[in-house]
Structure formats: structure tokens, C-alpha cells
């Protein structure tokens, strides 16, 4: 590949450190600047944010890296952000701004799933007291915010099992979020995730797991903030993700093919990542998508390309290449 100038577009809050000041690990941020740069690849940061609206209009870059997850503080902003790259004719990688909008409004992503027939969770959306969707949903749901990500608005109280506690869940995300709330069948399982790579002929990867067997008896498995933020607490400490090795062929063929119709079917490109539950029956539904997951080292995408015999370095660069092959530019 040509050396190519690369901007990285990140928020505020994932910022590169100066090198004097960085201690422990590297954020998503710094390790793609490190992998691109040992490509010989020029690299520049950009903050997405109110701020530096003009300076991207003066961008001159060979491709921008999207690792913006939301503007101003708000992360159901992020399909405008690319929206606004397209307008300013910047090129990037990842999902353009349709495919954003239907992977992160959980309620949207849900009726496309069921359009084409992809096993998904019965479920229903309200906001301020208009049911928009409704299928008939037993007890156990799962209560949250149809259009947040990183399980914001989701813990172990999201799980309810009566009326009462569903109403009142419903009305408090209402005037947290001022959005419509997703009540969702709440499935018994294993919480795997399946990542997407490619364009016109997008490969899934391995199924990672989400390990929450060491959450106490009868806490639901939710990765909630819980388990996701809450440091230092026992269901954070003890999440950790692994390579399953005792799935069966078809649980795991069926959660890669359905990976694979959710991915066209939302629009995606370039790579994406989906959340499944798995019963203990081997039946796999689809729960959300993430058209824009972290390609931390660390994290579940990269888990699962490492499993498909890629290493975090070469996956980064197939995306660039994926992005770029899009545009039409040569490699």
C-alpha cells in the first residue's frame, strides 16, 4: 500500500495522551496511530466535537479513520457526524450514516431484523404512553432505551418480571432519556458477540463470549453497566471474554449467517459487530447491532478477528483497505 495521510477522528474523551503522560494501557485511539504509523503511513488526530466543525471543512486527508461515537456529549448523534464528513466529501471507514442510524436505534434495527426474518426478541416500543410496536411479550423484559449504546440506560434492573416495576422503569427512562423505551423478551443465555468484516463479500468471525457465569443466582446475565463499568465491583472483575470451544457447529454457523443478513440487511460496511444470547437449546437471537464497535486490542471485535487467525494490526489495515477500495482508490 502507498503511504497515505490518515486522520484519526476521535471524541474529547479519547484523546491521545501526550507520550510523557501515558501510563498503562493505550486507548483505541493510540494503538490504531501506532499500527498505521509502523505502516509508514502519515498520522494526524482530529477531535470531533462543536469546536472543530471548521477545521474538518480544511481537512486534507487521504482517508479519516472514524472513531467518533457521538458529538457534544451526545451519542445519538454519531450517523450526523458521518453525514457531515459526506457533505465535506472526506472519505472514511466504517458504516455512512444510513447504516448508522438503522444499527443504533435499537427499536429500527429490531423492525428490519424482523422484516428479514432474522431471529430476534418479541418486542415493544412506547414513548409517553403511545405503543408504536407491540408483539405479545411474556414476563421476564428487558427495559432500556431504544437509542443509547455501551449499555447506557441498561443494568440489572433493566430485568422486570411484573407490571408495576414495568411502568415505573418506563416512565423513569422516559425523563432520563426523552426517548422511546424497547421492551424486549428477556432471553435466558449466553451472551455471545459476532463481528463482520468486508464489503462485498463480508466474512464473520468466531463467536466471542461475554463469560457472566460468576454473577450471583439469580442475577440475570445482563452485560450491563454493572459489568461493563462499575469497577472494582464482582460482576465487572469477574466478566471476562473468551473463545467458546464448546458451541455446536450449528449455534455457531447460525449466529455467523445471521451476522451476515443483519449486516446487509442494516446497511453496514467495512466491519460491525452483533450481540447475540444463546439458549441452552442452541437457539441463537440476534439483540443488537454495533455498526461502529472498538477496535481496542482488547476489546470483542478484535477478539474475534484474532480468532479468525487475523492479528490486530492486519484487521486495522483490512479496514483501512476495505474503506479505501470503496472509494475507488488504488492500493
Known amino acids: 500500500?502507498?503511504?497515505?495521510?490518515?486522520?484519526?477522528?476521535?471524541?474529547?474523551?479519547?484523546?491521545?495522551?501526550?507520550?510523557?503522560?501515558?501510563?498503562?494501557?493505550?486507548?483505541?485511539?493510540?494503538?490504531?496511530?501506532?499500527?498505521?504509523?509502523?505502516?509508514?503511513?502519515?498520522?494526524?488526530?482530529?477531535?470531533?466535537?462543536?469546536?472543530?466543525?471548521?477545521?474538518?471543512?480544511?481537512?486534507?486527508?487521504?482517508?479519516?479513520?472514524?472513531?467518533?461515537?457521538?458529538?457534544?456529549?451526545?451519542?445519538?448523534?454519531?450517523?450526523?457526524?458521518?453525514?457531515?464528513y459526506d457533505l465535506l466529501g472526506l472519505r472514511y471507514t466504517g458504516s455512512g450514516p444510513r447504516g448508522l442510524l438503522l444499527g443504533m436505534d435499537k427499536a429500527l434495527t429490531k423492525k428490519v431484523l424482523h422484516f428479514h426474518g432474522v431471529p430476534t426478541p418479541k418486542f415493544a416500543t412506547v414513548f409517553r404512553s403511545r405503543l408504536g410496536w407491540a408483539h405479545d411479550i411474556d414476563f421476564p423484559v428487558i427495559v432500556k432505551p431504544a437509542?443509547?449504546?455501551?449499555?447506557?440506560?441498561?443494568?440489572?434492573?433493566?430485568?422486570?418480571?411484573?407490571?408495576?416495576?414495568?411502568?415505573?422503569?418506563?416512565?423513569?427512562?422516559?425523563?432520563?432519556?426523552?426517548?422511546?423505551?424497547?421492551?424486549?423478551?428477556?432471553?435466558?443465555?449466553?451472551?455471545?458477540?459476532?463481528?463482520?468484516?468486508?464489503?462485498?463479500?463480508?466474512?464473520?468471525?468466531?463467536?466471542?463470549?461475554?463469560?457472566?457465569?460468576?454473577?450471583?443466582?439469580?442475577?440475570?446475565?445482563?452485560?450491563?453497566?454493572?459489568?461493563?463499568?462499575?469497577?472494582?465491583?464482582?460482576?465487572?472483575?469477574?466478566?471476562?471474554l473468551r473463545i467458546p470451544e464448546d458451541l455446536p457447529k450449528e449455534a455457531v454457523e447460525s449466529m455467523q449467517a445471521t451476522a451476515l443478513t443483519a449486516f446487509q440487511a442494516l446497511q453496514l460496511r467495512d466491519y460491525a459487530r452483533f450481540d447475540f444470547r444463546l439458549t441452552a437449546g442452541g437457539k441463537a437471537y440476534l439483540i443488537e447491532a454495533n455498526p461502529n464497535p472498538h477496535l481496542l486490542s482488547t476489546g470483542e471485535y478484535m477478539r474475534g478477528a484474532r480468532a479468525s487467525g487475523r492479528s490486530h494490526p492486519a484487521t486495522v489495515l483490512e479496514i483501512v483497505e476495505l474503506a479505501l477500495g470503496r472509494y475507488g482508490i488504488p492500493l
Not at 490504531?32 to 472543530?52: K, M, N, T, W, Y
Not at 464473520?204 to 463499568?229: C, M, N, Q, Y
Request: hydrophobic content about 35%; aromatic content about 6%; overall charge neutral.
Open 147 to 240: 437509542r443509547e449504546d455501551g449499555s447506557i440506560g441498561i443494568g440489572f434492573s433493566a430485568h422486570v418480571d411484573n407490571i408495576k416495576d414495568l411502568m415505573e422503569r418506563i416512565d423513569r427512562l422516559h425523563v432520563e432519556f426523552n426517548q422511546p423505551v424497547l421492551v424486549e423478551q428477556y432471553i435466558e443465555g449466553r451472551e455471545m458477540y459476532v463481528g463482520v468484516l468486508g464489503n462485498a463479500q463480508p466474512e464473520a468471525f468466531p463467536p466471542v463470549e461475554l463469560d457472566l457465569s460468576h454473577l450471583p443466582k439469580g442475577t440475570p446475565r445482563i452485560a450491563g453497566v454493572e459489568v461493563k463499568w462499575q469497577e472494582g465491583t464482582r460482576a465487572y472483575r469477574g466478566s471476562r
Open 1 to 84: 500500500m502507498a503511504r497515505l495521510r490518515i486522520g484519526i477522528g476521535h471524541t474529547p474523551d479519547d484523546a491521545p495522551r501526550p507520550t510523557r503522560r501515558r501510563r498503562g494501557r493505550k486507548n483505541d485511539v493510540e494503538e490504531i496511530a501506532g499500527i498505521l504509523r509502523r505502516a509508514r503511513h502519515e498520522v494526524f488526530f482530529i477531535c470531533v466535537e462543536p469546536a472543530s466543525l471548521g477545521r474538518l471543512a480544511r481537512v486534507r486527508a487521504d482517508l479519516l479513520v472514524n472513531l467518533v461515537e457521538g458529538f457534544g456529549g451526545d451519542d445519538t448523534q454519531e450517523p450526523l457526524v458521518a453525514a457531515h
